[in-house]
């Protein structure tokens, strides 16, 4: 398969259909956020399904310094939390 732009098959496009970035240390507005966010607008562009998981467990001071992020989801990573989805 191969590592950028589109699949060449459907087959290829099937075994990436759902894509979950995830972000264990929350939103902290500086290089991890802003990678996310580029890469989140390389899967929509793609035609790629994706969701964004971030932790909120920590705050951090920059943490609206990225306003336009799309399909995030805000969760503690706690078994009720994550279980529940």
Not at 1 to 24: A, C, D, W
Not at 43 to 48: G, L, T
Not at 68 to 77: C, Y
Request: aromatic letters at 10%; glycine letters at 8%; proline letters at 1%.
């Amino acid at each position: 398969m191969e590592l950028h732009g589109k699949p060449k098959t459907k087959k290829q496009k099937e075994k990436m259909n759902n894509i979950s970035l995830v972000m264990g240390r929350g939103i902290e507005g500086c290089g991890v956020t802003k990678f996310t966010i580029e890469q989140a607008k390389f899967y929509a562009k793609n035609d790629y399904n994706y969701k964004i998981w971030a932790s909120k467990d920590k705050t951090w001071s920059r943490k609206n310094a990225h306003t336009d992020i799309e399909n995030l989801e805000h969760i503690k990573f706690t078994e009720e939390e994550v279980g529940s989805r």
